[in-house]
C-alpha cells in the first residue's frame, strides 16, 4: 500500500555495511567502479530507464529509482520511511565476509516487518553475494550455503505464492550465476569486475514491476470515487496530476 | 560492536525531532558539518514522530492484546502523529522542503478541507476567494460584501504601491481599524484572524496590520497554489514522522552517523564550561558543540508557563456536516466558544495513509487555560461534540519549554518543545533562531 505511480519501480539495496552495496549500484547505473572505500555519501538515489517485458507479455518503459541506505544501516538506524512503497528488495552480502551472509535473514525479516507490504507472503527478494572477483581461498560462503539458506528463506517468506512472480526465469550457470527452484532468486556478482550485476539487476527490475503491477492490480482504493480525486503534489507547482493510486 | 571511540565530530545532535533532523540536514548537506545524531529511541521523529497502533496503545498503557487484525485493522496501517500539525502549502517549511531537494522522498496530498467553527454549533468551510465569500453561508446577504471587498483589498494589497492601500497604512493602522474600515461583524473577524491568518489569540487586532495581512495573503496563495477548492495545507503520506526522517537521509547522504536506541551518557564540559565530549555505548565521543532537543537537558529549559492539552480520537466515521470529506483541519475560534485560546482539529484518514480504509484519525489541541481542572478534557468539550461517536481516544497535558539560555556559554543549543499550533510556522523560527545561535548568521533559504 503506497502512493504507486505507473512504472517507477522503488528499488531497496539492504545488507551489512561494506558489502558494496553502492559499488553495485554505481555499476550498473554508471558502469563506473572506484576502488576507493567511503560510506556512502551524497548519493541520492539512482534511477535508470529501462524497456521490460509486463505481465501481459507487452513491451513498458520503467523507470528503476534505487535507493541506498545513506549509511543509516551502520548503527541500524534505516527508519521506516526508508522501506516505503519499495518493490523489489535486493539483498546483499559479500562471499569473503559469512558474517554479512548469516545476516541476510535478519534483513530480509527486517524489511517484512518494516516495509509493511501487502503480500509478504510473494514480495520478490532478490540476492547477491558480491565480491567474486576475490580469490577462491578468501571465499567463506559456499554455493552450498547459499542454495540451503535461499530454501530456508524461500520457506518462511514466499510459500506457495509464487505462482504470480516466478514466471519463467531462466539463468544460466556461466559465470556463477545460479537459480534456486525456489522464489528467491541469487546473483553471483562482482561489482568490481563488472560480473553479472547488469543480468541480475534486469531480474531485479523485472520482478519490481510484477509487483508494481501486482498492486496496482490490488490497490485498496480503486473503487472509490472520492479518493481518485486526491491530488498528487511533487511540489514544484507546474505539475498537478491526478492520483493513480 | 563497531566503535566511534574518541572520535571527533563539528556537532552532535540529540533527540530526532522534525526540528533537529532539519537543522542536521541543513548543517550536514550545505554547511559540511560533520554530524553525529543520536536518539535514545528506536524510532525517528521524537515527539514529532507518527506512531503505529499498538505503539500508541503502548505509550498510553492500553491493552494491545489481539489488537492487531482485530476491529481497528493491521496496527501498522496506522501512523498517528503525537504532534498533528498541516504544511501551508506556500510557508517556510515549503520552501526548505524544495531548496534541499527532500521533496524528492517525501509524497504529500491536499487536505481536503478547511472549516471555522460558529458559535451557533454549526462547522462552515472558510471563504478564502471573493466567490467563496459571496456563497457561504456563514455569512449573512450584508457581510458576504463586506468580507469580499475586504478579500479583494488583501489580494490587490502591495506594500510597495499606497495606492492599492486605500488608505491603511501598514505600519500604523491595527487590524482593528482594518476590520472598522470595511465594518467586518465579530465573526467575520474570528475566521479572519484565527483560522486565515492563524493567530491562536485576539492580541494581534491591537498591533499593526502588516503581519495579519501577510498571513490572510499566504493562506490565500497557499488555497490556490495546488488548485483552488480545497484546503491551503498539505500533509506527507504516512504522517508528519516522514518529515524527520527525510531530513535525517538528507543528513545522511552528506555523511551524518545516525544512531537510534542510543543512550547518552557522562556529557562532559571544560574549565570553561563549555560542551566537550559524552559517552554512548561505541565510546566516548567529541564535539565542540551540541544541539538537542529540550529532553536531553532537563536542567536547562524552563517552562513557558504554557501547557497544552492534545487528544487523539480514532473514528470509525467521517465527521459530519463536511461532505464526507477524509481530510479536515477545523478551528474553534476563542471568541465563539467563550475561550482565550483556539481549538484546532485536524482530521485524517485512509488518504494519507495514516489510517486503515473506514476509519479516521481526530486530533485536537489546544492551550489549557485551567491547570487545576479536575477533567482536562472538559476544556476541548465542545471540538469533542462536533466528533460525533469516539472508538478510542487517548490524551496527555504537557508542559511547553523553552531553553534558559541561547547556548553560547556553554555550547549547548537546545529547541524549545512543540506548541499547540496547527501548522508548522512557529517551528521553522525555532529552526532559524537555532541555527542563528548556531552558526551566528542567518539561515538562508533559496
Keep these: 500500500m503506497s502512493d504507486r505511480r505507473k512504472n517507477i519501480l522503488k528499488i531497496i539495496i539492504l545488507g551489512d555495511s561494506g558489502v558494496g552495496k553502492t559499488s553495485l549500484i554505481q555499476r550498473y547505473v554508471n558502469k563506473k567502479y572506484t576502488q576507493q572505500y567511503k560510506a556512502t555519501i551524497g548519493a541520492d538515489f539512482s534511477t535508470k530507464e529501462l524497456e521490460l517485458e509486463d505481465i501481459n507479455g507487452g513491451k513498458a518503459t520503467a523507470t528503476l529509482q534505487i535507493w541506498d541506505t545513506a549509511g543509516q544501516e551502520r548503527f541500524q538506524s534505516l527508519g521506516v520511511a526508508f522501506y516505503r512503497g519499495a518493490d523489489c528488495c535486493v539483498l546483499v552480502y559479500d562471499v569473503t565476509n559469512e558474517k554479512s551472509f548469516q545476516r541476510l535473514k535478519t534483513w530480509r525479516d527486517d524489511f517484512l516487518l518494516n516495509s509493511n507490504v501487502s503480500n509478504p507472503e510473494s514480495f520478490p527478494f532478490v540476492i547477491l553475494g558480491n565480491k567474486m572477483d576475490v580469490d577462491d581461498s578468501k571465499k567463506q560462503v559456499t554455493t552450498k550455503q547459499a542454495n540451503d539458506l535461499i530454501i530456508e528463506l524461500s520457506k518462511t517468506s514466499n510459500d506457495g505464492a509464487g505462482a504470480a512472480t516466478n514466471g519463467g526465469v531462466t539463468v544460466s550457470a556461466d559465470e556463477g550465476s545460479l537459480q534456486s527452484n525456489k522464489n528467491i532468486p541469487l546473483f553471483f556478482t562482482s561489482a568490481k569486475g563488472d560480473l553479472n550485476v547488469e543480468f541480475a539487476f534486469q531480474e531485479v527490475a523485472r520482478k519490481a514491476l510484477q509487483q508494481n503491477q501486482y498492486q496496482l492490480s490490488t490497490s485498496m482504493f480503486d473503487d472509490d470515487e472520492d479518493f481518485s480525486n486526491a491530488i498528487n503534489i511533487r511540489l514544484d507547482g507546474s505539475n498537478v496530476d491526478s492520483c493513480q493510486c | 560492536m563497531d566503535s566511534l571511540d574518541g572520535e571527533e565530530f563539528d556537532v552532535i545532535i540529540l533527540g530526532t525531532g522534525i526540528t533537529e533532523c532539519i537543522l542536521s540536514g541543513i548543517l550536514s ?36 492484546e489481539g489488537l492487531d487484525n482485530g476491529k481497528f485493522g493491521r496496527f501498522r496501517d496506522w501512523n498517528v502523529d503525537l504532534i498533528p500539525k498541516l504544511l501551508m502549502s506556500n510557508g517556510e517549511l515549503i520552501n526548505i522542503l524544495i531548496s534541499t531537494k527532500v521533496t524528492e522522498y517525501l509524497e504529500f496530498k491536499q487536505i481536503s ?19 467563496e465569500a459571496v456563497t457561504s453561508s456563514l455569512l449573512g446577504l450584508f457581510e458576504k460584501n463586506r468580507v469580499k471587498n ?16 486605500q488608505g491603511i497604512n501598514w505600519e500604523k493602522n491595527t487590524m482593528e481599524e482594518v476590520y472598522y474600515k470595511f465594518g467586518l461583524g465579530n465573526s467575520s473577524q474570528d475566521f479572519i484572524g484565527h483560522a486565515m491568518a492563524l493567530y491562536p489569540t485576539d492580541d494581534y487586532v491591537k498591533l499593526p496590520c502588516k503581519e495579519c495581512i501577510e498571513r490572510v495573503i499566504l493562506y490565500s496563495q497557499s488555497v490556490a497554489k495546488f488548485g483552488p477548492g480545497k484546503s491551503p495545507y498539505l500533509y506527507p503520506l504516512y504522517g508528519l514522522g ?5 531530513f535525517a537521509r538528507l543528513s545522511a547522504l552528506y555523511g551524518g552517523i545516525y544512531m537510534l536506541n542510543t543512550p547518552v551518557s557522562d556529557i562532559r564540559f571544560n574549565d570553561e564550561g563549555k560542551f566537550e565530549s559524552l ?27 504554557k501547557k497544552y492539552i492534545r487528544c487523539i480520537c480514532l473514528l470509525n466515521h467521517k465527521v ?38 473506514g476509519w479516521n484519525l481526530a486530533i485536537v489541541s489546544t492551550i489549557l487555560e485551567d491547570d487545576k481542572a479536575a477533567d482536562p478534557l472538559s476544556e476541548i468539550a465542545p471540538a469533542l461534540k462536533l466528533l460525533g461517536d469516539i472508538e478510542e481516544k487517548f490524551y496527555e497535558v504537557k508542559e511547553i519549554l523553552k531553553p534558559k539560555s541561547d547556548g553560547e556559554g556553554d555550547n549547548v543549543f537546545i529547541s524549545k518543545s512543540y506548541d499547540a499550533m496547527s501548522h508548522f510556522e512557529s517551528m521553522t523560527e525555532d529552526v532559524k533562531d537555532v541555527y542563528k545561535r548556531v552558526m551566528g548568521e542567518d539561515l538562508v533559504i533559496e
Design chain 2, 29 to 64: 548537506s550545505t554547511q559540511n558539518k560533520k554530524i553525529l545524531h543520536i536518539d535514545r529511541q528506536d524510532y525517528y521523529g521524537g515527539d514529532t514522530a507518527s506512531i503505529n497502533l499498538k505503539q500508541l496503545f503502548e505509550k498510553y498503557k492500553k491493552p494491545t
Design chain 2, 242 to 246: 516522514e518529515l524527520p526522517q527525510a
Design chain 2, 320 to 357: 459530519s456536516s463536511t461532505d464526507q470529506k477524509d481530510s479536515l483541519q477545523i478551528i474553534l475560534p476563542q471568541n465563539q466558544i467563550n475561550r482565550k485560546n483556539d481549538i484546532y482539529i485536524a482530521v485524517l484518514g485512509a488518504e494519507h495513509f495514516v489510517t486503515p480504509k
Design chain 2, 279 to 305: 559517552t554512548i555505548p561505541q565510546g566516548t565521543v567529541k564535539a565542540p558543540m551540541i544541539i538537542a532537543d529540550p529532553s536531553y537537558f532537563p536542567e536547562k529549559v524552563e517552562s513557558t508557563g
Design chain 2, 150 to 165: 475586504f478579500l479583494q483589498w488583501v489580494s490587490q494589497y502591495n506594500f510597495e504601491d499606497p495606492k492599492t492601500h
Design chain 2, 113 to 131: 478541507g478547511s472549516y471555522v467553527y460558529h458559535k451557533n454549533g454549526k462547522i462552515y468551510k472558510i471563504p478564502s476567494t471573493e466567490y
